[in-house]
């Protein structure tokens, strides 16, 4: 799609969204929540103008930190969106993996690197951003917001 | 032998299993199904017998075709496991773990990659990793085996 405009959804359809592709390709993050909630790495892309959702009976939200949640389908477990706290309705970022098609995106950079299963080689030439170096950048949260979702590391 | 323990993002679905050497090779599924549902491919470890799960996690279960289902958490979306519907009658099930649960996972390696020809094109295929496509992989299925729930090298 040239235009960037673009759909997805989860597996069984109870969460389809669309919208236009940023041109910033995709963030892949390997903290210890994106690994739980996401099977291995998540793979984050971003709509210009944020996600508009068609379809969101499937939707629903899990507190992951003090400073952010994730979007999940309820009926059928796929992971789906990643969200600051109290970022505005739409202004989420979208797992890659759940756009139709192939958007051909890129990599622009790996975060927490350091915490990667070692079977990611990262041959592409997109940054490769270490923990320290995020709270570093950012901060560190100093607590998360729900009994049992603290960890070494999270996001 | 070594004991694994590993749990999903919020902590409400824990395990624990004992693992071979030969269990610490991982495969990675790249099917629309796990694209989707993990915004990558699924990563998993297995299929391993005797997984021990607290009493009250809070698994759901989801029916993804004629032959395969997945567990993931209710509370939090964290994908758990891969199971085939197709064990022997009274044999205990033998489940496909996702390696992002662990928590520690450092020594995992990647054997086999399949569905490679379905994979999401951000993610490189693994320099050493088997590769297989979706012909391949029906194709032996097909012949006449049926599917006994045992690690293979390469399904």
């Known amino acids: ?155 | 032998m070594s004991l694994r323990r590993g749990q999903c993002l919020c902590g409400a679905c824990r395990f624990e299993v004992e693992m071979t050497p030969d269990d610490l090779r991982a495969r990675a599924c790249h099917c629309q199904d796990c694209r989707r549902w993990s915004g990558g491919a699924v990563y998993v470890v297995g299929p391993l017998k005797g997984v021990r799960w607290n009493h009250d996690a809070p698994i759901e279960l989801l029916v993804s075709s004629s032959w395969a289902e997945r567990g993931f958490c209710g509370l939090c979306a964290s994908g758990l496991y891969w199971s085939s519907r197709k064990q022997p009658d009274g044999a205990e099930e033998a489940v496909a773990l996702m390696v992002g649960l662990f928590d520690d996972y450092a020594d995992f390696e990647l054997a086999s990659e399949i569905f490679v020809d379905e994979r999401l094109p951000l993610i490189p295929a693994h320099a050493t990793a088997l590769q297989r496509t979706r012909a391949e992989v029906i194709d032996r299925y097909q012949d006449g085996t049926a599917y006994d729930g045992k690690p293979t090298e390469d399904a």
């Open chain 1, 1 to 155: 799609m040239s235009d960037g405009r673009v759909t997805g959804g989860c597996l069984c359809g109870a969460v389809r969204f669309e919208g236009t592709l940023s041109d910033r390709g995709v963030g892949a993050c390997y903290c210890k929540q994106c690994r739980q909630f996401a099977s291995g790495a998540f793979h984050a892309t971003r709509f210009a103008g944020g996600v508009g959702l068609t379809e969101a009976r499937g939707l629903k939200w899990f507190e992951s930190s003090a400073w952010g949640k994730r979007g999940f389908c309820c009926a059928c477990g796929s992971s789906l969106f990643w969200s600051m706290a109290d970022a505005a309705e739409g202004d989420w970022a979208v797992s890659a993996g759940a756009l139709d098609g192939d958007p051909e995106q890129r990599f622009y950079e790996h975060i927490f690197w350091d915490r990667r299963p070692g079977y990611i080689d990262g041959a592409d030439a997109a940054p490769k951003v270490a923990e320290a170096e995020i709270w570093a950048k950012y901060g560190r949260p100093s607590a998360a917001a729900k009994p049992g979702a603290a960890s070494e590391d999270s996001a």
